[in-house]
């Protein structure tokens, strides 16, 4: 995944968050606070009601204890009656089911009293008595009593839509806060972290440290970031080893130029002196003998400055189709002679007769004569040397591996076998494996070895099936 969904996964978990955080509280304090205020002001409402119909009974107790004078005044009377009726009915409260028998009851009993006062107003004194008035204001007394508990209710209901609202938000305010910091520690973690991590590299880099590798914390663009930065640490390490190592042929090359023009001359001079000599004396002389050996050592002498001089200087190849069944083949027929009498087998896999290949014939040559002789030494006596030949599977490289049953390389050196100089032989000059690597390398391909694990070593040329578009003056020295 990577850093842009990443950051776009975050924005829309944080806000949908927010956003359901946010209709939550409305919705709910919506409803809490609507429930509360409702039933405050219902239970308000009752309240204030019965405090009114309380009064209008009392008054109407009170009318009735006078005498009644006029029609009028008993239809007003009547009225008033009738008018508490339709409060006592427009209560909504709701109370228990014995206490609204009670006032019904009550109230009945209230109505049969005013009916026989109106009745019997002409009588004196008027035959009215209160008990039921009482009795009537006795009850709603009750009912307001209930009405100022549901009132008290509502009241404790609002505070406690109050509360609600507060840790509704204040748990909104925590959720925010939750998510600020896992966005913190996510940008962190996807961000900051992978770009501290590539600065120090760099650091590192800057001052020299080829070991300067960015670790790799997620999968994404700054992950694959890193491994870019690592990758091209590795081939700076790579391509600093191998200017090194050029630059010391080239220092190597001048040096044994100038030694060979220093020498050369007079070795030639003492070789010549040492053929007239031999020249001069007789057949069975002993000068003879002696002569002949200072002038095969002075011909070792001058072969190994032409190999050095050969080594440090510019290979320039010729490539063209060639069999490489008879190049192999002309290859073992020179060791054969060499590898019979040591019991070494030297066995061909996978090379037909028809195998062809785009190559410098007469340097390949040399490179796989130097490898066989290797194993040859590494072998001793009794064992068994392969050749062998494969594609690749893109059909764009071939290969050609040369395997022993030796004793195998040290792991500890098996990284120096192409450096000039190097030799684990005595007598060795540490250039056959040199050469044959830069001739892989001026092919475009390549040379690796590595140990079997059924002991010995395989030394593997891998080549590019087609040379097109790689002229001697730019094809690369090292790669």
């Not at 994404?220 to 391509?239: C, K, P, S, V, Y």
């Not at 050095?308 to 027929?333: F, K």
């Amino acid at each position: 995944m990577n850093i842009r969904t990443k950051c776009a996964l975050l924005v829309i978990v944080f806000e949908l968050t927010l956003a359901v955080s946010i209709l939550l509280t409305v919705y709910l304090t919506k409803n809490y606070f609507e429930a509360a205020a409702e039933s405050f002001a219902a239970s308000r409402r009752d309240t204030d009601a019965i405090g009114r119909l309380r009064s209008d009974v009392i008054y109407e107790m009170s009318r009735l204890a006078r005498p009644i004078d006029s029609d009028a005044e008993a239809n007003k009377i009547a009225q008033g009656s009738e008018h508490i009726d339709q409060q006592l009915r427009s209560l909504t409260i709701r109370a228990p089911e014995a206490l609204l028998t009670d006032i019904e009851q009550s109230n009945d009993d209230r109505r049969t009293a005013v009916k026989h006062a109106l009745d019997s107003r002409a009588t004196r004194p008027a035959a009215f008595t209160p008990e039921a008035h009482r009795a009537f204001d006795l009850a709603l007394s009750r009912l307001q009593v209930h009405a100022q508990n549901e009132l008290s209710r509502a009241v404790a209901a609002t505070t406690e839509a109050q509360t609600t609202t507060t840790i509704i938000l204040f748990s909104n305010m925590i959720v925010g806060v939750v998510l600020g910091l896992l966005a913190l520690y996510l940008i962190r973690r996807w961000v900051i972290l992978p770009v501290n991590d590539l600065q120090k590299a760099t650091n590192s880099l800057a001052r020299g440290d080829r070991n300067a590798f960015a670790p790799i914390r997620t999968p994404d663009e700054l992950g694959q970031l890193a491994a870019a930065f690592n990758q091209m640490t590795g081939q700076i390490g790579r391509m600093e080893q191998r200017l090194v190592q050029r630059e010391r042929i080239i220092a190597m090359s001048e040096l044994v130029s100038y030694i060979a023009h220093n020498i050369r001359n007079p070795l030639a001079g003492v070789q010549s002196s040492a053929e007239i000599t031999c020249h001069q004396a007789a057949d069975n002389s002993q000068i003879v003998e002696q002569q002949r050996h200072i002038i095969a050592a002075i011909d070792r002498c001058l072969r190994w400055f032409k190999q050095i001089e050969h080594a440090c200087g510019s290979i320039q190849i010729e490539p063209r189709e060639t069999n490489l069944h008879e190049l192999v083949q002309g290859v073992l027929t020179v060791f054969r002679p060499l590898a019979g009498p040591q019991r070494i087998n030297l066995h061909v896999i996978g090379i037909d007769q028809d195998v062809t290949v785009c190559i410098d014939t007469r340097h390949v040559e040399q490179a796989i004569t130097a490898i066989i002789g290797n194993a040859i030494d590494a072998i001793g006596t009794d064992g068994d040397i392969e050749l062998s030949h494969a594609r690749d599977d893109d059909h764009q490289h071939w290969s050609l591996s040369i395997s022993d049953s030796g004793g195998g390389i040290d792991p500890k050196i098996i990284g120096r076998l192409f450096e000039p100089t190097f030799s684990t032989k005595p007598d060795g000059h540490g250039l056959g494996l040199f050469m044959a690597r830069k001739v892989a390398e001026m092919h475009g391909g390549e040379l690796k070895c590595y140990n079997n694990e059924r002991g010995g070593a395989t030394f593997t040329f891998t080549f590019p099936l087609e040379l097109d578009g790689y002229p001697n003056d730019d094809r690369p020295a090292d790669r």
